[in-house]
């Protein structure tokens, strides 16, 4: 699959904004809401019987928040797409992130509760020719390509510019 082309067997569509990038005259891609994000993030903590550690917006070139909900001495750190209301669990904070995502704790459904798409470590680590990426441009590609992201979770979590 040369990217361009859509797969009717792929079990992901790449939405426009996934990857963040966008042209001036097309405006910026949707947000996802900090406040919901952050009242989901409290929820989750008071399910996992713990607290909101550390929250850290999105700040260009990320495309994605990152915080964490602190349970006895375990620390999960939670991921939030910055444009589309996607959340995934990783392995410690990075500025992205390939194949370094954990499976949703047990209070991670509290998320979708709340209207997210809680994604898991194999949807995450799909190659993206398992992932309908028709919305993406020559532009998202070349950097796709230059940065060597070969999965879901690399496209969606990631620091490039």
Known sequence: M???DADENAVFTLPWGATGFFLAEEGPPPSTDLRTFRTAL???ARAAGGR??????QAYPRTFHTAAVLSGT???????HAHHPWIAFAQGR???YT????APPPWGHVFADLGFVVLDHAELTLPLSDV?????DKGQWRQIRSYGITTLGGVLFNSWD
């Open 2 to 4: 040369d990217g361009m």
């Open 42 to 44: 409290h929820a989750a």
């Open 52 to 57: 909101v550690g550390e929250v850290e917006e």
């Open 74 to 80: 375990s620390e999960h750190v939670v991921l939030c």
């Open 99 to 102: 194949e370094e995502f954990l």
């Open 132 to 136: 309908d990426t028709t919305a993406l």
């Open 94 to 96: 990075r500025d992205w």
